[in-house]
């Protein structure tokens, strides 16, 4: 499976997504309707509360997995996220 390291991400489930992975129709979906839930984990065992994974689509990079991040709760490319700093 195609996965990329991200450095300096602690969330390990965070990473860009083969298209391979994804159907076709999921793929539309993600592209065109928007973020598509992937996967709840518990991160934090003390607090206990799962965090939402999604799967995106950023038009330079291609398909990701991440969480909604920030007061606008905005789903952000990882590679994206590396070239801005
Ligand atoms: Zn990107």
Request: hydrophobic fraction near 30%; charged fraction near 30%; charge should be positive.
């Amino acid at each position: 499976m195609f996965s990329i390291n991200i450095p300096g991400c602690a969330h390990k489930h965070v990473r860009m997504v083969d298209r391979k992975e994804l159907s076709f129709l999921k793929k539309l979906r993600i592209r065109f309707i928007g973020p598509k839930k992937a996967f709840s984990i518990i991160v934090n065992k003390e607090k206990g509360e799962p965090l939402d994974y999604y799967y995106g689509y950023c038009k330079k990079h291609g398909y990701f997995i991440s969480y909604p991040q920030g007061w606008d709760r905005e789903l952000r490319c990882p590679l994206c996220k590396i070239e801005q700093k």
